[in-house]
């Protein structure tokens, strides 16, 4: 018997018993087994019955990915430090575990107590890319909770996604009770409060979900109704219930610097992808490069202070033991005060095993300045620089001002600084893309190359050239575009390739990395997907869709066998160019960015027009900033890192 908690909230059962006891036999029979045993530093464990609600928090992948996802972290801390509230991850399985869970009737657990999903009074999802939905369906069947919305009741969670992969959720519209638009960290707890009073008041499920459709920023999707004109294109998306606005607008965290999350980020106790203390610098991007669904979607430009930041730096260091600091943003090397705040973070940690890198850097704005700050101490992380479109034409299509001459520069930088391998990445695809303009990526990587072995004085440097076939996206300038085809894709990675090796002296210090382009059509489908894709993904999970964004377990014929089978035609979707005229799955979903604008944008384009950064020249009138109340950060916002504790306090 469990003992009765002092602290327990009245009228509410004890917790579920931990699975472990039966779960811990099947691990020696898996790959992997670390990844679901839990037990991570600075994880926690807060007792059932003291909370009034209760989170379970999903990545829908591996936990080798899902772990170090810097959102779920923050989430989990910020609903963990409530009193009335407990949070716990749970991550997709391996198809081993899946199979051994069916068969021993074990459901899909939570790793920090190892408690059935099924249990808990919300399942939060964080998605980044659409590639994650059949990894859904699979968590939610093996939580017992029925696929379908329409078949819940009070016995299952309340099913909410969030993230930027859940841009546009109408493709599993039928699938989740909620989603979330914006940052999570304020509208976490505005969901948690609501819950929290309806289980109280014992309003049933149908009227939680109109309480948090009635706050205007919670997407309730069976609470909207879908027409079509006899063509196939979208006719309307109405509210059928009163509570449900006419548009659902995103959430916006004002001042970043008074929530300094993750505090005291999760150590994985088996490999993952990143291992580092990753501190988010600003969030959102002004730069308005069109293919971008994050920087659109993030706006407006929010910067973390510089004593905000080391204190970051110093507590998430002291909190885990990394060695490695990651500084985040979509473009990092844009805060305004990067100068001083590598500058000040070298010297604090000068003489250490702390190394700090950039993840992502912009072309135009590295300098050998930073590249000295980065390398200082002797560790350098590795350099990616994103140029983005193989000719300068094309980089004004998608607005990436950066030319050759100001990769050629800061390869320079790099090379004499002392890296001598760097990473490059472009797209593939791009609208209005032609074979010259890919084969330039080429005539750019030997001229890298070139440009190395000058500055470093060697042979002996590398550069990667990393290819990913573009997608529009939801929500830019491109949600309009036409997409390319998978053979097309192909075709030119075959020419660029060939391009690269013409020159055989350069071309063996040029690798090539990409994917073939079925994936990027798969994505394609379900980022501009209505309802009626549903069916297919329902279809494909049946068949054995399972981790689709791994290449070694992704199939693009049985994507495309259940499009058959449901009557779709995947071109459609991907390949057809939409009109000014036409209604789209996600206009009911508020964003901030304004639809003429960005139909602007995307004539600009076409036209080879560029746009400036709005955070140095006059406001374009996108419309997020319009009644937020959040203003762009241009900095200063603090010129020194607060000092280190004093050891002798401690």
């Given at each position: 018997?469990?003992?009765a908690?002092?602290?327990?909230?009245?009228?509410?059962?004890?917790?579920?018993?931990?699975?472990?006891?039966?779960?811990?036999?099947?691990?020696?029979?898996?790959?992997?087994?670390?990844?679901?045993?839990?037990?991570?530093?600075?994880?926690?464990v807060?007792d059932?019955?003291?909370v009034a609600?209760?989170?379970?928090?999903?990545?829908?992948?591996?936990?080798?990915?899902?772990?170090?996802?810097?959102?779920?972290q923050?989430?989990?801390?910020?609903i963990?430090?409530r009193?009335?509230?407990?949070?716990?991850?749970?991550?997709?399985?391996?198809?081993?575990?899946?199979?051994?869970?069916?068969?021993?009737?074990?459901?899909?657990f939570?790793?920090?107590?190892?408690?059935?999903?099924?249990?808990f009074?919300?399942?939060?999802?964080s998605?980044?890319?659409?590639?994650g939905?059949t990894?859904?369906?699979?968590?939610?069947?093996?939580?017992?909770?029925?696929?379908?919305?329409?078949?819940?009741?009070?016995?299952?969670?309340?099913?909410?996604?969030?993230?930027?992969?859940?841009?546009?959720?109408?493709?599993?519209?039928?699938?989740?009770?909620?989603?979330?638009?914006?940052?999570?960290?304020?509208?976490?707890?505005?969901?948690?409060?609501?819950?929290?009073?309806?289980?109280?008041?014992?309003?049933?499920?149908?009227e939680?979900?109109?309480?948090l459709?009635?706050t205007?920023?919670?997407?309730?999707?069976?609470?909207?109704?879908?027409?079509?004109?006899?063509?196939?294109?979208?006719?309307?998306?109405t509210?059928?219930?009163?509570e449900?606005?006419?548009?659902?607008?995103?959430?916006t965290?004002?001042?970043?610097?008074?929530?300094p999350?993750?505090?005291?980020?999760?150590?994985?106790?088996?490999?993952?992808?990143?291992?580092r203390?990753?501190?988010?610098?600003?969030?959102?991007?002004?730069?308005?490069?069109?293919?971008?669904?994050a920087?659109?979607?993030?706006?407006?430009?929010?910067?973390?202070?510089?004593?905000?930041?080391?204190?970051?730096?110093a507590?998430g260091?002291?909190?885990?033991?990394?060695?490695?600091?990651?500084?985040?943003?979509?473009?990092?090397?844009?805060?305004?005060?990067?100068?001083?705040?590598?500058?000040?973070?070298?010297?604090?940690y000068?003489?250490?095993?702390?190394?700090?890198?950039?993840?992502?850097?912009?072309?135009?704005v590295?300098?050998?300045?930073?590249?000295?700050?980065?390398?200082?101490?002797?560790?350098?992380?590795?350099l990616?620089?994103a140029?983005?479109?193989?000719?300068?034409?094309?980089?004004?299509?998608?607005?990436?001002?950066?030319t050759?001459?100001?990769?050629?520069r800061?390869?320079?930088?790099?090379y004499?600084?002392?890296?001598r391998a760097?990473?490059?990445?472009?797209?593939?695809?791009?609208?209005?893309?032609?074979?010259?303009?890919?084969?330039?990526?080429?005539?750019?990587?030997?001229?890298?190359?070139?440009?190395?072995?000058?500055?470093?004085?060697?042979?002996?440097?590398?550069?990667?050239v990393?290819?990913?076939?573009?997608?529009?996206?939801?929500?830019?300038?491109f949600?309009w575009?036409?997409?390319a085809?998978?053979e097309?894709?192909?075709?030119?990675?075959?020419?660029?390739?060939?391009?690269?090796?013409?020159?055989?002296?350069?071309?063996?210090?040029?690798?090539?990395?990409?994917?073939?382009?079925?994936?990027?059509?798969?994505?394609?489908?379900?980022?501009?997907?209505?309802?009626?894709?549903?069916?297919?993904?329902?279809?494909?999970?049946r068949?054995?869709?399972r981790?689709d964004?791994w290449?070694?377990?992704?199939?693009?014929?049985?994507?495309?066998?259940?499009?058959?089978?449901?009557?779709?035609?995947p071109?459609?979707?991907?390949?057809?160019?939409?009109g000014?005229d036409?209604?789209?799955?996600?206009?009911h979903?508020?964003?901030?960015?304004?639809?003429?604008?960005?139909?602007?944008?995307?004539?600009?384009?076409?036209?080879?027009?560029?746009?400036?950064?709005?955070?140095?020249?006059?406001?374009?009138?996108?419309?997020?900033?319009?009644?937020?109340?959040?203003?762009?950060?241009?900095?200063?916002?603090?010129?020194?890192?607060?000092p280190?504790?004093?050891?002798?306090?401690?």
């Open positions: 018997m469990t003992a908690c002092p602290n327990a909230v009245p009228g509410h059962r004890p917790g579920p018993e931990s699975l472990f006891p039966r779960l811990e036999p099947l691990l020696a029979l898996v790959g992997r087994p670390a990844q679901y045993v839990g037990g991570e530093v600075n994880s926690r807060k059932w019955g003291s609600v209760r989170w379970a928090l999903c990545y829908p992948d591996a936990y080798e990915v899902g772990l170090p996802n810097q959102g779920l923050i989430l989990y801390e910020v963990n430090e009193p009335d509230a407990l949070a716990e991850r749970t991550y997709a399985v391996w198809p081993d575990l899946e199979a051994l869970l069916r068969e021993h009737r074990l459901p899909q939570t790793v920090d107590a190892h408690r059935p999903v099924g249990a009074d919300l399942l939060g999802v998605v980044s890319t659409e590639l939905f990894n859904l369906l699979t968590v939610l069947d093996l939580a017992g909770i029925p696929l379908r919305s329409s078949e819940r009741d009070e016995r299952h969670p309340i099913v909410v996604i969030g993230g930027h992969g859940a841009a546009n959720p109408e493709p599993i519209a039928d699938f989740i009770d909620a989603a979330v638009l914006g940052d999570g960290e304020q509208a976490v707890g505005m969901i948690t409060d609501a819950v929290r009073d309806a289980k109280r008041d014992g309003a049933s499920r149908d939680t979900l109109a309480r459709a009635a205007g920023g919670v997407y309730v999707p069976r609470f909207y109704d879908v027409s079509y004109l006899p063509d196939g294109r979208l006719a309307a998306v509210p059928n219930r009163a449900a606005p006419a548009r659902v607008r995103k959430h965290l004002a001042d970043l610097d008074r929530w999350y993750p505090k005291a980020p999760l150590v994985p106790v088996a490999q993952t992808v990143h291992e203390r990753s501190v988010e610098i600003f969030r959102g991007c002004s730069r308005g490069c069109r293919f971008c669904q920087g659109m979607i993030t706006r407006p430009v929010r910067e973390r202070s510089l004593p905000a930041i080391g204190a970051m730096v507590d260091l002291a909190a885990t033991g990394f060695d490695e600091v990651g500084l985040l943003s979509l473009s990092a090397a844009d805060h305004s005060e990067i100068g001083p705040l590598t500058r000040q973070l070298a010297d604090r000068a003489g250490s095993r702390v190394s700090l890198s950039l993840p992502s850097t912009r072309v135009d590295f300098n050998v300045d930073l590249a000295g700050e980065l390398s200082r101490n002797g560790r350098r992380s590795g990616t620089f140029p983005e479109g193989g000719s300068e034409r094309l980089r004004r299509v998608i607005n990436k001002m950066v050759a001459d100001d990769l050629i800061t390869v320079t930088a790099a004499g600084s002392g890296w760097v990473k490059l990445y472009f797209m593939c695809g791009l609208p209005t893309e032609t074979d010259a303009d890919v084969a330039e990526i080429a005539s750019l990587a030997h001229d890298v190359i070139r440009a190395g072995r000058q500055a470093s004085g060697s042979r002996d440097v590398r550069v990667t990393s290819i990913g076939a573009f997608v529009p996206k939801a929500h830019t300038p949600q575009a036409a997409q085809a998978p097309v894709i192909d075709a030119r990675l075959r020419l660029l390739r060939e391009a690269v090796n013409a020159n055989r002296s350069l071309g063996r210090a040029v690798a090539i990395r990409y994917a073939d382009g079925a994936p990027s059509a798969i994505e394609g489908l379900l980022s501009r997907g209505d309802r009626r894709l549903g069916a297919v993904i329902e279809r494909v999970w068949g054995g869709g981790f964004g290449r070694e377990h992704f199939s693009y014929e049985r994507w495309m066998t259940a499009c058959r089978d449901c009557g779709i035609d071109a459609w979707y991907t390949t057809r160019e939409r000014a036409e209604a789209l799955p996600w206009d979903l508020d964003y901030g960015l304004d639809k003429q604008w960005l139909w602007d944008e995307w004539q600009d384009a076409l036209g080879e027009f560029e746009r400036d950064d709005c955070r140095w020249s006059p406001c374009s009138d996108c419309g997020v900033c319009d009644g937020l109340g959040v203003e762009i950060q241009i900095g200063p916002t603090g010129r020194d890192l607060i280190l504790p004093d050891e002798s306090d401690a």
